[in-house]
C-alpha cells in the first residue's frame, strides 16, 4: 500500500458556497470561526479513518503554493 491521503485542501473565490456545496453533498460539518479568515475545517466525524479536509481563499494572483 502507498502513501495515505491524510489532507485535503480547496481554495475557492466564494469559501461560503464551497463550505455548502461540501456541507450538503458529503456530510460534513464545517467550523470556519472568524478567526481564521474564513478557513473552514470540514469534519466528517470519524476522527480515525476520515480525511481531514479543510477549504481556504483562493490566492488573488493564481498561484499556489
Same mark, same amino acid.
Given at each position: 500500500?502507498?502513501? $495515505? ?8 473565490? /466564494?469559501? @461560503?458556497?464551497?463550505? !455548502? ?5 458529503? +456530510?460534513?460539518?464545517?467550523?470556519? $470561526? ?8 470540514? /469534519?466528517? @466525524?470519524?476522527?480515525? !479513518? ?5 477549504? +481556504? ?9
Amino acid at each position: 500500500m502507498g502513501t $495515505p491521503v491524510m489532507w485535503c485542501k480547496s481554495s475557492s473565490t /466564494d469559501q @461560503g458556497r464551497t463550505r !455548502e456545496l461540501c456541507t450538503s453533498l458529503f +456530510g460534513r460539518t464545517a467550523d470556519a $470561526p472568524p478567526r481564521r479568515g474564513g478557513y473552514a475545517l470540514l /469534519d466528517t @466525524g470519524s476522527r480515525l !479513518e476520515a480525511v481531514s479536509a479543510g477549504i +481556504g481563499a483562493a490566492d488573488p494572483d493564481g498561484l499556489w503554493a
